[in-house]
């Protein structure tokens, strides 16, 4: 059974901390992504990582960066979070191929800053 | 213009109707399209995939119009269990361009 896994579900912070936000799959793929999801917009793309130590930019990278040092982990950093930041946040693997494939979701962490 | 666009919704039927969400893409190069299901807080998940005309499971029906470029996912005898959200989703090369969705409620 396919698995995402991110480390909280509810999460609170203060302006201005420094947030980490964890995910593991142990299913061995190659692409990682982080998304944000808002009332009306939809999933945003904010970074991806197609291999270790590989990272690009989605479209809403400002005020996150991301980590990838082993395959099975992409983490993402808020580095001075801001109440603008407030959402839930979605991880999502997959694995590459000549078309593209399935992604495979965590279920999602919801932060809020204060 | 945004690359996926979708009617956001809500489209309200009564349980055994049919229903029909459309999506248009801008990106005329797209070749495989996606539709994928989200049930109230919780993560999306796939529900149907489509590279080529169309695509057929029980009782949804995925269709590609390339000339005008948009994708309809189609339900027939729709059931309670239906209600969800159901997003439309564009890979761009390594990115996945999802649209913000359509909501579904199916009514007894």
């Known amino acids: 059974d396919v698995k995402v896994t991110q480390s909280s579900r509810y999460l609170v912070k203060r302006t201005g901390e420094k947030v980490f936000l964890e995910c593991v799959q142990d299913m061995d793929h190659e692409n990682m992504f982080w998304y944000r999801q808002d009332p009306g917009l939809g999933l945003r793309l904010i970074y991806f990582?197609?291999?270790?130590?590989?990272?690009e930019k989605g479209d809403i990278p400002e005020g996150y960066s991301v980590s990838r040092e082993k395959k099975e982990r992409f983490s993402l950093i808020l580095e001075s979070a801001s109440t603008n930041q407030t959402s839930m946040y979605l991880c999502?693997?997959?694995?590459?191929?000549?078309?593209?494939?399935?992604?495979?979701f965590g279920q999602g962490t919801r932060l809020t800053v204060v | 213009r945004k690359e996926v666009e979708q009617d956001p919704g809500p489209f309200n039927v009564p349980e055994g109707a049919t229903v029909a969400f459309n999506c248009t893409y801008s990106?005329?190069?797209?070749?495989?399209f996606f539709w994928y299901r989200q049930d109230c807080r919780k993560e999306p998940k796939l529900l149907m995939s489509?590279?080529?005309s169309g695509n057929e499971d029980g009782r949804f029906t995925a269709q590609l119009n390339r000339a005008s470029q948009y994708i309809s996912l189609l339900i027939r005898d729709s059931k309670l269990s239906d209600s969800a959200t159901y997003l439309c989703v564009v890979p761009r090369g390594f990115k996945t361009i999802f649209g913000a969705g359509t909501r579904l409620f199916v009514k007894a």
């Open positions: 990582s197609y291999d270790v130590k590989m990272k």
């Open positions: 489509v590279y080529s």
């Open positions: 990106n005329s190069a797209s070749q495989s």
């Open positions: 999502a693997s997959s694995v590459v191929g000549p078309l593209n494939t399935e992604a495979f």
